[in-house]
């Protein structure tokens, strides 16, 4: 047991640390030097979602129902790893549209309703408050087992006569007092609060090191270890149920998981740290995998620690508050007093960002909206109105959190902190069929949003709500047994008979269903107004538009007139470095008495949404530019009167498509009959020069012959033997020109038969040898291995190797020729490689060398370009394909040409004959 006065002197000296960081972290960001702009800090700060009840309340629910503490934790790893795309797209929309609270989200996407916002605002409110309640609840519980320990304490001792004696009290008063410091500060146009967010990552660190070290005491210094610790919860009845799952916790398990993953995207305080205090989308990237590692940790000992109590602590000790009384049980005060610290980290911060948060959409979408309808107030004649904004925000984080407190005295005082968080979870998963929906579908509406919500907000009071009020006495409990007018269908936990389900999930059934029907078919039978569209394809197509909304606004007034505006509500200072860093950036009058430009006045519109809400600012810019708004509905009605003219363009521009593809295949075939041409003509020319060269070497050296019939027999034999080797040549170009057109008609003789295609390239390499050594190229051959048999035409396989070897060396460096042939059994078939290392062959030729009269590779300007018909790769590749193999190309520039062949085992002689 500690004494009160240590644990009170201890609270304040945290809570006066914490807010020396939160004051050193706003000086740094105004200096211009913010360290909370990276990732680390980010993720530090949506561990707010670890609240008390994840650092006592996970361990009173495990040692109550086992392993179900984990579905609240597996609920945000899944949004974080599977649908961080989702949490990417919330991000963007709010950035392009200065959104800073969701109850602002959800209202933009709607037409910046401002009905849609009350009932998002209210709903947020009421459905936090449990939550706030909670906080208070561990605070106050957890000093009271620090200082009472010894006693027989299953609850807090809360005197409903007496407040000030109660230590809730004191944490509300307190926890109010530190969100005015550093919420409310001063307006910001983006809403962020760098002090608060640096203060809540500092204290995600205490409350990780707090709960790690009453885990490592428990496992380590209790027991010999996890697994000593295990094997003697498992030796009793009592704890050993805890180890294992039960068949019939699978609805629970689900409804828990679903309403986790909703709570991560849908509480107010994580929206706020998640999307409002976001400096860079790309923090996401790392929060995507070190937020679930940070969860892991924080639930790494909740077991070990839920045993240890179970099997040590008298059946009066509260599960809830296990991390303070297990080690108080073994004398350690002061690790008990780390926890304390660890457990007010986690209701702190919780408190403090959700009441901000609150604050802000109290602000924005309850009270000034109201304030503005006053028009006796001449709000908008005011020179300054951050006085006020300041104000209400402040009185609305002391009235959120006072809320939190008369919940906690009422209704929340005997409950399990996991039951308390549970009832705000369900209250704020009533968001996502309306929030979710509005990202991915664009049809839906206002009306359908309103009424969706509507309806799921009702039964969650009803079935949920209801129930706790009876629990602690507010009302009758007739009313959950009997049903609403004695009606047993009407019982708030068997709604319409349905009895078969926990509360819990039975409220989760009828609210989620009926709100989500009502929103898909009230919207699918009701029209969106002009606005509802716009933003409706600015939030759905989010990803495939520019930054900023869409601009809807033709005004004639001033620059002066909008400075002033948002000089009222941002302040003097803030308005003015807004407007000259806009002018600046778009080298454009920011003061002055010219006539102000769209663009103008829709950012006006966003710095005010920053500071009032989406709805609000709109109001507010309306009424300097009153009157010259363009007109939504007269829009809409333009382009309905002109449908069918735009149907009929539309049809037009169908067929003129379709005339552009029309024109573009026949573009395309003539440009290709075109270069057929073109090579035709080369290889016209080609051959033409090829024949003539030998048949004027023949028609020379005969004509010598003729004309000198005494000439020496040595010159007579030396001129015969170039008439029959230009005759040999001509043969061979007349042969492969013949032997193509046969291939390509399908006249060829084949002689297939069982062929080893290692001997064939051995053969084929050592018939070329003269070739090579005529040519100095080095030669290296690697066919080792096994082989395969192949039912081709021996002769062809020979062709083909010939042609590709002769070309390898003759386009192998002239310098220095190297030549490298690879052969080698590959999957089903055998695959030969030849390389050489000349210039190579252009990515834009690999293609075409394969087509008749195509000549292709590098060879350096300086040296003869090799002789050839261009028919050699076309052969080849005709002898392959019949084979059923391939033939190809791959080439580096000047790192030489790799040619491929593989040729597949045939799959009978029949068909490889074919």
């Known amino acids: 047991?500690?004494?009160?006065?240590?644990?009170?002197?201890?609270?304040?000296?945290?809570?006066?640390?914490?807010?020396?960081?939160?004051?050193?972290?706003?000086?740094?960001?105004?200096?211009?030097?913010?360290?909370?702009?990276?990732?680390?800090?980010?993720?530090?700060?949506?561990?707010?979602?670890?609240?008390?009840?994840?650092?006592?309340?996970?361990?009173?629910?495990?040692?109550?129902?086992?392993?179900?503490?984990?579905?609240?934790?597996?609920?945000?790893?899944?949004?974080?790893?599977?649908?961080?795309?989702?949490?990417r797209k919330m991000l963007r929309i709010s950035k392009a549209h200065r959104i800073t609270s969701i109850a602002d989200f959800i209202s933009s996407r709607y037409g910046k309703s401002t009905q849609l916002s009350v009932l998002v605002t209210l709903i947020a409110v009421i459905g936090t408050t449990p939550y706030i309640a909670l906080q208070l609840k561990a605070v106050a519980t957890s000093y009271t087992v620090l200082t009472v320990w010894g006693s027989s304490v299953s609850g807090p001792f809360v005197s409903t006569s007496h407040i000030f004696a109660d230590s809730g009290f004191w944490a509300a008063t307190g926890l109010a007092l530190f969100g005015i410091l550093f919420g409310t500060r001063f307006i910001d146009a983006d809403e962020h609060h760098e002090g608060m967010v640096a203060a809540i990552a500092f204290e995600s660190l205490v409350k990780l090191f707090a709960l790690l070290a009453v885990g490592i005491f428990v496992c380590f210094f209790m027991f010999s270890g996890l697994g000593d610790l295990f094997h003697q919860a498992s030796e009793v009845p009592r704890?050993?149920?805890?180890?294992?799952?039960?068949?019939?916790?699978?609805?629970?398990?689900?409804?828990?998981?679903?309403?986790?993953?909703?709570?991560?995207?849908?509480?107010?305080?994580?929206?706020?740290?998640?999307?409002?205090?976001?400096?860079?989308?790309?923090?996401?990237?790392?929060a995507s995998w070190a937020f679930p590692a940070y969860l892991l940790l924080m639930n790494l000992f909740v077991l070990p620690i839920a045993l240890a109590g179970m099997g040590l602590l008298p059946d009066w000790a509260d599960p809830d508050f296990f991390v303070l009384s297990v080690p108080l049980s073994q004398g350690q005060s002061l690790l008990a007093l780390v926890a304390y610290v660890g457990g007010l980290s986690a209701s702190t911060s919780m408190v403090i960002v959700a009441a901000i948060a609150l604050s802000t959409m109290v602000c924005n979408d309850l009270v000034i909206p109201a304030l503005l309808r006053l028009r006796w107030l001449r709000l908008t004649e005011?020179?300054?109105?951050?006085?006020?904004?300041?104000?209400?925000?402040?009185?609305?984080?002391?009235?959120?959190?006072?809320?939190?407190?008369?919940?906690?005295?009422?209704?929340?005082?005997g409950d399990a902190l996991a039951e308390i968080g549970l009832i705000s979870f369900a209250a704020t998963a009533q968001f996502i069929p309306i929030m979710v929906g509005g990202l991915f579908w664009k049809g839906g509406t206002k009306t359908g949003a309103l009424t969706g919500l509507t309806a799921g907000f009702a039964i969650w009071a009803y079935t949920l709500l209801l129930p706790s009020f009876a629990d602690s006495g507010w009302i009758d409990p007739k009313l959950i047994t009997d049903g609403a007018f004695g009606h047993p269908w009407l019982r708030p936990e068997a709604l319409f008979g349905l009895d078969h389900f926990a509360p819990?999930?039975?409220?989760?059934?009828w609210s989620m269903a009926l709100n989500a029907g009502c929103f898909i078919v009230v919207s699918l039978?009701?029209?969106?107004?002009?606005?509802?569209?716009?933003?409706?394809?600015?939030?759905?197509?989010?990803?495939?538009?520019?930054?900023?909304?869409?601009?809807?606004?033709?005004?004639?007034?001033?620059?002066?007139?909008?400075?002033?505006?948002?000089?009222?509500?941002?302040?003097?200072?803030?308005?003015?470095?807004?407007?000259?860093?806009?002018?600046?950036?778009?080298?454009?009058?920011?003061?002055?008495?010219?006539?102000?430009?769209?663009?103008?006045?829709?950012?006006?519109?966003?710095?005010?949404?920053?500071?009032?809400?989406?709805?609000?600012?709109?109001?507010?810019v309306s009424s300097v530019a009153k009157g010259e708004m363009v007109s939504l509905d007269e829009v809409l009605e333009i382009l309905e009167e002109t449908s069918h003219v735009i149907e009929h363009s539309q049809r037009l521009e169908q067929k003129s498509r379709e005339l552009e593809r029309a024109a573009a295949e026949l573009r395309a075939a003539n440009d290709r009959l075109k270069e057929l041409d073109r090579l035709k003509d080369e290889f016209l020319t080609m051959v033409s020069h090829e024949f003539r060269t030998p048949l004027t070497s023949i028609r020379s050296f005969s004509e010598i012959l003729v004309d000198t019939p005494e000439l020496e027999a040595e010159r007579t034999e030396r001129f015969l033997n170039v008439i029959v080797r230009e005759s040999e040549r001509l043969t061979r170009l007349i042969d492969d020109h013949l032997d193509l057109a046969r291939l390509e008609a399908g006249h060829s003789d084949w002689q297939p038969g069982n062929v080893?295609?290692?001997?064939?390239?051995?053969?084929?390499?050592?018939?070329?040898?003269?070739?090579?050594?005529?040519?100095?190229?080095?030669?290296?051959?690697?066919?080792?291995?096994?082989?395969?048999?192949?039912?081709?035409?021996?002769?062809?396989?020979?062709?083909?190797f010939i042609n590709l070897l002769s070309n390898a060396a003759k386009f192998a460096d002239p310098d220095k020729p190297e030549v490298f042939v690879r052969g080698a059994t590959h999957k089903d078939g055998y695959l030969v490689t030849i390389s050489d290392n000349g210039a190579g062959i252009a990515d834009d030729e690999a293609d075409l060398i394969f087509n008749k009269f195509a000549r292709g590779g590098k060879y350096p300007g300086d040296k003869p370009r090799p002789s050839g018909s261009g028919l050699g790769l076309a052969i080849s590749k005709h002898v392959i394909e019949h084979c059923h193999g391939r033939i190809w190309v791959e080439s580096k520039p000047g790192q030489g040409a790799t040619f491929h062949v593989f040729i597949p085992v045939a799959r009978s002689g029949a068909s490889a004959a074919q």
């Open 239 to 286: 704890t050993a149920s805890l180890l294992k799952l039960q068949p019939e916790s699978g609805t629970r398990w689900f409804t828990l998981m679903a309403l986790s993953m909703a709570a991560i995207l849908t509480l107010p305080r994580q929206f706020q740290v998640i999307v409002v205090e976001n400096v860079d989308e790309r923090h996401l990237a790392t």
């Open 1 to 87: 047991m500690l004494s009160s006065q240590v644990v009170i002197a201890v609270s304040l000296i945290y809570v006066g640390l914490l807010y020396s960081i939160a004051w050193w972290g706003d000086k740094r960001a105004r200096a211009g030097r913010s360290w909370v702009r990276n990732p680390t800090v980010y993720t530090l700060s949506i561990a707010v979602y670890c609240t008390s009840w994840t650092f006592y309340g996970a361990v009173g629910s495990a040692a109550r129902n086992g392993l179900e503490y984990l579905t609240i934790y597996l609920g945000p790893t899944v949004i974080f790893l599977g649908w961080w795309f989702l949490l």
């Open 382 to 413: 005011r020179d300054d109105l951050t006085g006020l904004l300041l104000f209400i925000r402040r009185a609305s984080i002391v009235l959120v959190v006072f809320m939190g407190y008369i919940y906690y005295r009422s209704a929340g005082a």
């Open 756 to 800: 080893d295609p290692k001997a064939v390239l051995r053969e084929t390499i050592d018939a070329l040898e003269g070739l090579f050594n005529n040519r100095d190229a080095r030669l290296m051959v690697d066919i080792g291995g096994d082989t395969v048999n192949l039912f081709v035409d021996r002769d062809r396989l020979t062709q083909v």
């Open 525 to 620: 039978f009701t029209s969106q107004g002009g606005l509802e569209r716009i933003q409706a394809t600015l939030f759905v197509d989010a990803f495939s538009r520019k930054d900023g909304e869409t601009v809807i606004w033709r005004s004639s007034a001033t620059i002066d007139d909008l400075y002033e505006l948002v000089e009222r509500f941002l302040g003097r200072e803030r308005a003015y470095h807004a407007f000259r860093d806009y002018g600046t950036s778009r080298h454009t009058a920011w003061r002055g008495k010219g006539e102000a430009n769209a663009d103008m006045i829709a950012f006006s519109e966003r710095l005010l949404a920053g500071s009032i809400g989406a709805a609000s600012a709109r109001v507010m």
């Open 504 to 509: 819990l999930t039975h409220a989760l059934i």
